[in-house]
C-alpha cells in the first residue's frame, strides 16, 4: 500500500518534504487536473490519504509525554527537544513536533480535499464507500488539529494552496467539529461493518470516532445514543481479547478488540531525515530499551518512559501493569543470564520503565533499521475505549446502571474486581479505568483536559494555556500575522 503514495505527493498540493505548512510552492505536475480517469486513479488517490495516518507515532507521544503518565526521554534533553519542552509545560511556538501535527495533517486533508474537488468526474461502482472512507479520513485529520490548537482553518472539497491558506483565518472549533460530524455521519451511513480489505474504515469505526468527538464536546447524550448503538448492534463481531498480557503482540494484530486500527509494514521505507516516508510504527524502536543486549527485547532510544506514578496507580494483582509497564531491572533479574545482560541509560531521563504496549520486541522487528521501523499497528480505538467512552456517556447522564454494566467489562477481562459505585464516585472510576487501561497508547493528556483535571495533575499546568498547544510560530509568520497565537503563548 505504502509504495503507491510516494506517486500522489505532488497531486497533493503539499509537499511533506518541506519544514514548514506554508513554505510551499503549490506546484501540480502537468497532468494533476487530468490525473482521475479511472477508479484506480480514485483508489491510489485514497490510499495516499490513508498514508498520512501513520503519522500517529506522535500521537502516542505527546498524549502520554505531555501528562503524569511519562517522560520524554531520549538520549539527551537535546534529543528530541520539542518532547521534552512539552514534558516540563514549557512548550511554545518553535517546536517541532507540534509543526509536524500540523503539517502531517492539514497534508492528509489535503489528499482528502484532492479527492473530493474531482469527485464528479468519474463514476464507478463503489464510488460511494470511498467517498466515504475519504469523509472519515478528514474527520479524523481535523479532529486531531482541533484537539491540539483549537480554531483553526477550515478548507473543504478542495486543494489546499500556500495563497488561499495565508489569506485564510482560524475557523472556529465549532464549524470545524460540525464538518467533522456531518463528514462522520456521510461514513457511518454509508460504509459497511466489514471491509474486505484489512485497514480499511468501517461503519463501526466512524461510529466509534463519532463517539469520542461528541464525547469530547461533553455531548454527553448524543456520544451515549451512538456509542450503545455500536455496542447493542455490533455487527462486526466486536470483543475484549481474551489474553490481555499478549494483545499488543504482532501475532494478535487486527483480532475483535480493533475497531480503528492504523496498519503498519514492517519495511522501513524513510530515514532519521525522513519520518513521514516510514512504512511501519515509529515508536516502537523509540520505546526501546537502549543499547540493550538480552533475550526477547531489541534495543532501542528509550524514549516516552512511564512514570512511577503510573506503575504505582495500578493495583499489584491487576495483569495490565506487566503488560503496559516493562520493570527493566526486575525482567533482568529474573533472567538465568543476569549477570551478562546490559542496558544503558540515556540522558534525557530514565525512570527504570518502558512502555510494554508499543515497544520493540526480537521476533517482530522491522527491517533493515528497526529503529524506525515496527509492523506492530496503532490501535487508535480499540473495544475496550469504546466501552469506556460509552461508560462514561452513561454515567454523565445519569444512566448509572448501564455505564456499571459497560464499566465492568472491561475489570472482568482481567480478572478485576466489580465496580459498583454510583455518581461522581462511578464518574471518577471510570475516568480511573480510562488510566489502567489505556496508559502508554496516547489518550491520557486529551483526558485529563477534557475533563477539567490536567491543572490537578500535570506539574506546570498553566489553567487557559496548555488545554491548547502553541500555532507553530513560523506558519503565523508565513500567514503575515493572520493567524493569532493561541492564548498563553
Known amino acids: 500500500m505504502k509504495k503507491i503514495l510516494s506517486t500522489l505527493l505532488v497531486f497533493a498540493g503539499i509537499m511533506t518534504s518541506c519544514d514548514n505548512l506554508l513554505d510551499i510552492e503549490p506546484e501540480f505536475t502537468q ?19 490513508y498514508d498520512l495516518m501513520q503519522t500517529a507515532y506522535l500521537q502516542i507521544f505527546i498524549g502520554e509525554i505531555a501528562s503524569d503518565n511519562s517522560i520524554a526521554g531520549g538520549e539527551s534533553v537535546t534529543d528530541t527537544q520539542g518532547l521534552h519542552e512539552i ?8 517546536n517541532a513536533e507540534l509543526r509536524d501535527v500540523m503539517r502531517f495533517n492539514y497534508t492528509g486533508i489535503a489528499r482528502v480535499n484532492y479527492i473530493f474537488e474531482f469527485q464528479d468526474k468519474l463514476d464507478f461502482t463503489g ?10 479520513l478528514r474527520a479524523y485529520y481535523y479532529f486531531t488539529l482541533v484537539t491540539y490548537f483549537g480554531d483553526m482553518p477550515l478548507i473543504v472539497d478542495q486543494r489546499i494552496s500556500l495563497s488561499e491558506i495565508a489569506r485564510s483565518e482560524r475557523t472556529p472549533k465549532e464549524q470545524i467539529y460540525a464538518q467533522i460530524e456531518s463528514d462522520l455521519a456521510i461514513a457511518i451511513e454509508v460504509l459497511p461493518w466489514v471491509q474486505q480489505e484489512t ?3 468501517t461503519k463501526g469505526a466512524s461510529m ?12 454527553f447524550s448524543e456520544a451515549a445514543s451512538v456509542l450503545g448503538d455500536l455496542i447493542s448492534d455490533n455487527q462486526a463481531g466486536y470483543g475484549l481479547f481474551e489474553d490481555f498480557s499478549s494483545l499488543f503482540y504482532v501475532v494478535n494484530e487486527n483480532v475483535n478488540e480493533d475497531v480503528f486500527t492504523i496498519q503498519y509494514s514492517g519495511q522501513q521505507g524513510g530515514d532519521y531525515g525522513c519520518y513521514v516516508c516510514l512504512q511501519g510504527n515509529l515508536a516502537v524502536g523509540f520505546h526501546g530499551i537502549r543499547q540493550y543486549n538480552g533475550p526477547f527485547y ?6 516516552n518512559l512511564p512514570t512511577q506514578n503510573l506503575y504505582d496507580a495500578f493495583s499489584p494483582n491487576d495483569p495490565r501493569r506487566e503488560a503496559t509497564i516493562l520493570d527493566i531491572d526486575a525482567f533482568i533479574a529474573s533472567l538465568p543470564n543476569s549477570g551478562n545482560i546490559n542496558y544503558a541509560q540515556g540522558g534525557g531521563g530514565h525512570t527504570g520503565y518502558y512502555n510494554n504496549k508499543y515497544i520493540k520486541r526480537l521476533d517482530e522487528r522491522g527491517l533493515p533499521d528497526d529503529d524506525l521501523t515496527s509492523p506492530l499497528n496503532y490501535r487508535a480505538i480499540r473495544y475496550a475505549d469504546v ?14 446502571g448501564r455505564a456499571r454494566t459497560e464499566l465492568n467489562k472491561v475489570r472482568e477481562r482481567v480478572g478485576m474486581p466489580l465496580i459498583n459505585s454510583s455518581g461522581q464516585s462511578l464518574i471518577d472510576d471510570i475516568l480511573r479505568e480510562r488510566r489502567l487501561e489505556l496508559s502508554g497508547e496516547g489518550y491520557r493528556f486529551f483526558d485529563l483536559v477534557r475533563t477539567g483535571k490536567a491543572a490537578e495533575t500535570i506539574q506546570g499546568f498553566q489553567v487557559g494555556k496548555h488545554e491548547l498547544f502553541p500555532i507553530p510560530q513560523v506558519e503565523i509568520d508565513l500567514t503575515g500575522g493572520n493567524w493569532n497565537q493561541n492564548p498563553g503563548y
Open 31 to 49: 497532468d494533476a487536473e487530468n490525473f482521475f480517469n479511472t477508479e484506480e486513479d480514485f483508489q491510489r488517490a485514497l490510499i495516499g490519504a
Open 87 to 94: 514534558d516540563n509545560m514549557v512548550h511554545g511556538g518553535v
Open 127 to 136: 464510488k460511494e464507500q470511498l467517498l466515504a472512507q475519504a469523509h472519515f
Open 199 to 201: 485497514g480499511r474504515i
Open 208 to 219: 466509534a470516532l463519532l463517539g469520542k468527538v461528541l464525547l469530547y464536546q461533553s455531548k
Open 298 to 303: 531489541g534495543d532501542g532510544n528509550s524514549y
Open 387 to 400: 466501552l469506556l467512552m460509552a461508560a462514561e456517556a452513561f454515567a454523565r447522564t445519569g444512566n448509572d
